[in-house]
């Protein structure tokens, strides 16, 4: 898969140990220091730190920061908790972002790239030139291959990269926060589920299986407007549910909350009552290990808010 992190660092063939997700949402800013333990055979993640950090005004956004404003922060976050700034992998909105999954004809994987500059053009609604292209193959035919296309501003990339160099980062790689949620939410689950990410500004609908992204949809419905009016956002994950079954004939049973959204009381039974499928609330920690077992009652309770981290730290670790 593409690295959008191309022009700004380097890419490592060796695994680290160790690895720290930045996530840099709305009006939080959360890191999680994950590392890599090994034991013959088996392979576990422990929790050696976290750090969370709210914006005390509610008339304004992170992004209403400048890049100082946020380096000086992420620094603050990262030595009061102790997290070593090393291999830190940091997340883009998914709201700033294109996906969409395309059938292109089988190639080489030298070949790809070359192939997705050129199919872009038919797919990408903006000029080519203000984006970074990214793909992802899903799954591939005698003679073609399922591919997810991904366009990222290249001013959000950008954008990034001096935050990460103004805060002295050891930046590795930037990812959309979509991957990092599948990642944290269905990594090791068999079959198919929805992940819902009911956010501040609006809510993602995602399709996934084994952390793979198989279809995706943005919907300006802040949690506010979800947690109003629950059957707007309900008959929008049946639309991208009955679309994807009519593509693939494959049936989803599972949806999976995130977001600040997911922690209303309401919700899970709403959804559950209007889609008639099962309905749980994402737990990004169940593949992960602390080293002080107290802070698990804590953690649980902010699922919502280190999903993204979580699953941008196991990128590399996995």
């Not at 914006?55 to 102790?82: C, R, T, Y």
């Not at 070593?84 to 080489?108: C, D, G, Q």
């Amino acid at each position: 898969m593409f690295d959008f992190l191309e022009n700004i660092g380097n890419i490592f063939d060796r695994k680290p140990e160790q690895a720290v997700g930045l996530d840099i949402g709305t009006k939080s800013i959360k890191a999680v220091y994950l590392r890599k333990k090994e034991k013959k055979d088996k392979i576990s993640f422990v929790l050696e730190n976290y750090a969370l950090s709210f914006l005390e005004s509610p008339e304004h956004n992170i992004k209403d920061l400048n890049i100082e404003q946020i380096a000086n922060i992420i620094q603050e976050m990262f030595v009061s908790a102790g997290i070593i700034a090393e291999h830190v992998i940091m997340s883009v909105s998914a709201f700033s972002t294109f996906l969409t999954l395309i059938e292109i004809p089988k190639v080489s994987q030298q070949n790809v790239q070359e192939l997705i500059n050129i199919e872009a053009k038919k797919y990408v609604p903006v000029s080519l030139e203000t984006v970074t292209l990214g793909w992802h193959i899903i799954s591939q035919k005698e003679k073609t291959m399922s591919t997810l296309l991904i366009a990222v501003p290249r001013e959000s990339t950008q954008k990034i990269a001096q935050i990460a160099k103004q805060a002295e980062l050891d930046l590795k790689g930037i990812e959309v926060e979509t991957f990092a949620l599948s990642r944290s939410l269905s990594l090791g689950q068999d079959g198919l589920s929805v992940i819902i990410d009911i956010g501040v500004q609006g809510t993602n609908i995602t399709i996934v299986q084994k952390g793979i992204i198989l279809m995706q949809r943005a919907l300006s419905l802040s949690q506010d407007k979800v947690k109003n009016n629950p059957n707007i956002a309900a008959n929008e994950v049946r639309s991208i549910c009955q679309i994807f079954n009519q593509k693939y004939n494959k049936k989803i049973k599972k949806i999976i909350l995130t977001g600040g959204g997911a922690n209303s009381e309401n919700i899970a039974r709403q959804f559950k009552s209007i889609l008639s499928m099962e309905v749980a609330k994402g737990n990004p920690w169940k593949n992960i290990f602390y080293k002080n077992k107290k802070l698990y009652p804590y953690l649980r309770g902010l699922d919502a808010s280190f999903s993204v981290a979580i699953g941008l730290a196991l990128k590399d670790l996995i």
